[in-house]
DNA sequence: AATAAAAAAGAACGCTTGATTGTTTAACGA
DNA sequence: TCGTTAAACAATCAAGCGTTCTTTTTTATT
């Protein structure tokens, strides 16, 4: 017994890739076996080979390919809109949208970055970087008009992408909740924090919080960035 | 060559918590090999089962002890003060400033949860919800006295702490900005969010929006949620 | 019908892993 | 000072890992 009946290189192909997904999903890339891959698939592990070079390059594929895919389609979901708060609002509807359609990607994406080797975590941080920027330039283009009050663009922007990304934490279809109800919700809380909530003037501590004494802010100097 | 000179049973334990939070912040809890943590201590790996009983109860350890931690400053951080935005500044302040000064617990606790086994997991979630739990009851709170402007309490939780948490994604002390700097201003999205942003009311999609079918919602049901 | 190419099986590899055991040595209180 | 306890070593185990190579069977092409 050899090759199987109806065995047919593309749809296994397909197949790999669909299962590593779950399985990365499920149990994280570093405790996913390529027996347990192969398994999944119907195949012994060896014949994973003819599909890819190496455990860590099936990953990279997955994670590339996510990623391009994400940034393609929020370009394309953007084009053509001028308005810097239709454009969060299309943003954030697009960001959910895509997340709760994709639960298991984008998990895989946000989570296993860590173990890409350098070369393939340069790529996938790379492409992420682009992805911000999309956000950053919508709030920077809000706040340069005075529709948003935003002071930091870039911290916003992972603020409110850490927000919206958060939601494959706990989604499932099926839910109570509509995902027209849920993006309304999760769209209501980042216009409400860009635009500037109704009591917002006095930002310094209330009266309520022990007062923290503040350091004297150290002169501008490059942000360091835990994110490689 | 046995035991080493000076050696003592407490600075070892406390040695080799520390160089697991180390290696699993930096590794993952699965890529960690014993005899790696047990060469950072100077052991031998062996010699690493005087101290716990396996691998899976270092992180259970590590991981529930941070998290009774967690909860159990930020109780005694609200301890006291009734307002909900106060105390919503509160919590947001505590938050971030815990997860600044605790990256690495906080990337694990928040990671490795799916490497926990069945039992030690639920207890770790069952510290989480409690967790959880304090931000949603000041939401609740807030919405009761018309101050808050929040749909779903628990989604918004959900989100809030979302937003809060991925500080640890790429908050590294000695950046450009100072901690309070910092705290101002996701404590601004987060306030601005919940009580309600100026251009709120017609919350339903733009005109630029392309207009999507609204199913018709389904009948209230459990919410199956993701996170086990 | 013959042949080449594709697909998978299956065995084997060198290593590393988490875990366990028995032994040796240092520390410390009586 | 001595005996007990604590600390660490050294060696070992079976299992599992990613990977490579050879062989066999099916499919497609002529």
């Known amino acids: 017994m050899a090759r199987t009946i ?7 192909a397909e197949a790999i890739r669909q299962a590593g997904v779950k399985l990365i999903y499920r149990h994280g890339y570093e405790a996913m076996s390529l027996r347990q891959l192969a398994a999944e698939v119907g195949l012994q592990s060896g014949s994973l080979y003819k599909y890819f070079d190496n455990k860590q390059t099936l990953l990279f594929d997955i ?13 394309a979901d953007l084009a053509g809109i001028e308005d810097p708060l239709a454009r969060l609002r299309v943003f954030c509807a697009f960001h959910l949208r895509y997340h709760m359609t994709r639960l298991a990607h984008v998990f895989i994406a946000n989570m296993e970055i860590r173990s890409l080797d350098e070369a393939h975590r340069a790529v ?19 706040a340069a008009q005075g529709v948003f009050e935003v002071r930091e663009p870039k911290v916003a922007t992972y603020a409110i992408i850490s927000m919206l990304t958060g939601i494959c934490m706990w989604y499932l279809p099926g839910g109570r909740l509509s995902q027209d109800e ?6 209501a809380l980042v ?31 490059v942000t360091k960035a835990a994110r490689t």
Chains 1, 2 share one sequence.
């Open 124 to 142: 996938v941080v790379g492409l992420r970087r682009r992805y911000e920027g999309l956000l950053e330039a919508i709030l920077r283009q809000g």
């Open 63 to 75: 994670v590339r390919d996510h990623m391009e895919d994400l940034l393609g389609k929020a370009e």
């Open 191 to 221: 216009i409400g924090g860009v635009t500037g909530g109704a009591p917002l003037q006095p930002l310094a501590a209330p009266a309520e919080l022990p007062e923290r004494e503040k350091p004297a802010r150290r002169p501008a100097q």
């Open 182 to 187: 849920i993006v309304d919700t999760y769209t």
């Open 6 to 12: 109806g065995s047919n290189g593309a749809r296994t």
